[in-house]
């Protein structure tokens, strides 16, 4: 067993120093069968969160088998070699506790989260989901239907068929083009050899890695996971190819057909930078500024003065490989054009209008505040030092997060805004009663419509 110790400062922050991340001594361990196993302490309450992450996401999914990823890790709870779904579900509500899996576009995580007099029983749970899983074939189809049935769900949700054709339209053949839980048509054709090759493939030690929070000793937990972990082959992992999207050229625009909306749902942008981008601070505070919270310059112009909507952000997707940068609004169908354009010159104008003294206030004293307070819980540090793990950040991201933030300088913002956001070139997603908002959107550029049950 190869150990590498990372020690950093004790948890919690001050009152005086409220913008100060401290956290516990994380240790470090790698086993034999490659599976790295991160420890952190936290003695505050006898409580522990664990997580499994498996490097294979909805980005792993093939061609055809959109969804593959999530429907595995939905099955992870349905069953294992000596024990059924009910079994499972008994054993960890009778402690307490709670036991899930998910998948992103980038990972499956597998969660288990109990008292620390019960740790024993969680390991145990979560190692027998994660390592011997049995894909019942009744469960299978259970499953399928419980997802086609939200698939079929979701349609009726503009902001929901908003965001998959903006993905779609940005991505296309890229792997953040297809949505996590796939499509019916997809869904239907998975196959359990479908789920246990992806299982095969990904599920390895060597392409995982676990995060241990809470009331624990390095030491002990090191020694549990060994046992119950040491045996898992590991195996060659296949490599995905990313075919990198086109950039848009001038203004592309997709109709999503809901003939019963009375409102339009809108996102447009185009592809963003990732979270190991140099600039991935100065973008921080630059979005923050133009779209995030109350105070922000497309709130204030397009919400507060132009009363277009209820909710209008901007956002950067952060994922191993560029996600999206968009706006996302809704507004009365025949206001469409008119909060359009209303964004477009507030995300024009952050390129050349310089960032005001309050405006850059506000924007660091938000970040300084508000992520001290999102490690307060060993969940909440499990959750970010798997971040940490998956994206290949430093092991000394967390600690000089304020620090980093508070380094940013206005002319940063600027240049930032400049490099990264491009107003002139961008796809748009509208979801609306076309009859009413086709002839408008025509002025943006080419219109491409589609029905909801083409989605």
């Known amino acids: 067993m190869k150990r590498i110790l990372t020690i950093l400062i004790f948890f919690g922050f001050s009152f005086a120093l409220a913008s100060e991340v401290k956290l516990p001594p994380i240790t470090e361990d790698t086993l034999s069968n490659g599976l790295i196993i991160v420890a952190v302490e936290n003695h505050e309450l006898p409580t522990v969160s664990m997580r499994m992450v498996i490097r294979a996401g909805a ?14 890790s939905g099955m992870l709870r349905t069953g294992t070699k000596t024990r059924t779904a009910t079994q499972i579900a008994e054993a960890i509500d009778f402690v307490g506790g709670s036991l899930g899996a998910g998948a992103d576009r980038d990972a499956i995580n597998a969660s288990a989260d109990v008292l620390v007099k019960h740790l024993d029983v969680g390991l145990d749970l ?24 939200g698939i079929v769900q979701g349609k009726d949700d503009p902001d929901n068929l908003c965001s998959k054709g903006f993905n779609q339209f940005l991505f296309g053949n890229y792997p953040y ?9 997809s869904v239907t054709s998975i196959t359990r050899d479908d789920i246990t090759l992806f299982y ?55 109709l999503i057909d809901k003939p019963d909306a009375t409102q339009t749902s809108i996102r447009f942008g185009h592809v963003g930078i990732t979270r190991d981008d140099p600039d991935y601070y100065p973008v921080l505070l630059m979005n923050y500024i ?14 507060v003065k132009g009363g277009m909507t209820y909710d209008i952000r901007s956002t950067n997707e952060w994922n191993i490989k560029p996600a999206a940068f968009y706006c996302n609004t809704f507004t009365e169908n025949d206001s469409t054009m008119s909060a359009i ?13 310089e960032v005001t003294d309050n405006e850059y206030n506000d924007a660091v004293n938000f970040y300084e505040g508000y ?26 991201y967390i600690q000089d997060f304020t620090k980093n933030i508070k380094k940013v300088t206005k002319a940063d913002i600027i240049r930032a805004a400049q490099k990264h956001i491009d107003p002139d070139n961008m796809v748009f997603c509208v979801v609306s009663n076309a009859a009413t908002v086709q002839d408008s959107l025509k002025t943006l550029g080419p219109v491409t419509v589609k029905t909801v049950d083409g989605m």
């Open 59 to 72: 980005a792993n999914d093939p061609d055809g088998k959109a969804g593959l990823a999530d429907f595995t």
């Open 126 to 149: 979560l190692s027998d989901i994660i390592m011997h899983p049995a894909f019942d074939t009744a469960e299978i189809e259970r499953h399928r239907n419980e997802i086609l049935s």
């Open 177 to 185: 083009g297809h949505p996590s839980e796939g499509t019916e048509a």
């Open 200 to 254: 095969n493939n990904y599920f390895r030690p060597n392409n995982a890695f676990m995060v241990i929070a809470g009331d624990i000793k390095p030491a002990d937990i090191f020694s549990k996971v060994s046992k119950i972990f040491g045996g898992w082959e590991m195996g060659l992992v296949p490599k995905i190819r990313w075919n990198t999207p086109p950039s848009p050229k001038g203004y592309q625009v997709l």
């Open 290 to 303: 133009l779209g995030v919270g109350f105070t922000s310059r497309l709130n204030n112009e397009v919400r």
């Open 341 to 353: 354009k209303a964004s477009l010159r507030i995300i024009k104008g952050i390129r050349t209008a």
């Open 371 to 396: 992520y001290p307070m999102t490690l307060e819980t060993p969940g909440q540090v499990a959750a970010e030092i798997v971040k940490i793990k998956l994206y290949k950040l430093p092991v000394s």
